[in-house]
Nanobody, 116 residues
Framework: QVQLVESGGGLVQPGGSLRLSCAASGSIFPINTMGWYRQAPGKQRELVAGIQSGGSTNYADSVKGRFTSSRDNAKNTVYLQMDSLKPEDTAVYFC??????????WGQGTQVTVSS
């Protein structure tokens, strides 16, 4: 059984920073892509950042230069460092892990609110 546990969300002022983490456990090997999506109220879920097993990354245009995704393969953990946060970054953030055998799994979601 696979478990994805997210942490790090919260309330932050505009211009502030947050770091999200998502740890995978259980019968999980091997892992291909790890990434983050977000969903704001009334909007579709959108890709924020993805990181391949080799370390290559891709980002949504709206977060390029502000967000950085990384992964620790030894810990089966993916991170999202979010800097220069804006009110429009407010959303529920979901981690997504794609296993080569099991396919995609989602985290439970963590709320990020950017407000003064």
């Amino acid at each position: 059984q696979v478990q994805l546990v997210e942490s790090g969300g919260g309330l932050v002022q505009p211009g502030g920073s947050l770091r999200l983490s998502c740890a995978a456990s259980g019968s999980i090997f091997p892992i291909n892509t790890m990434g983050w999506y977000r969903q704001a109220p009334g909007k579709q879920r959108e890709l924020v950042a993805g990181i391949q097993s080799g370390g290559s990354t891709n980002y949504a245009d709206s977060v390029k230069g502000r967000f950085t995704s990384s992964r620790d393969n030894a810990k089966n953990t993916v991170y999202l460092q979010m800097d220069s946060l804006k009110p429009e970054d407010t959303a529920v953030y979901f981690c997504n892990v794609v296993f080569s055998v099991l396919g995609p799994y989602w985290g439970q979601g963590t709320q990020v609110t950017v407000s003064s």
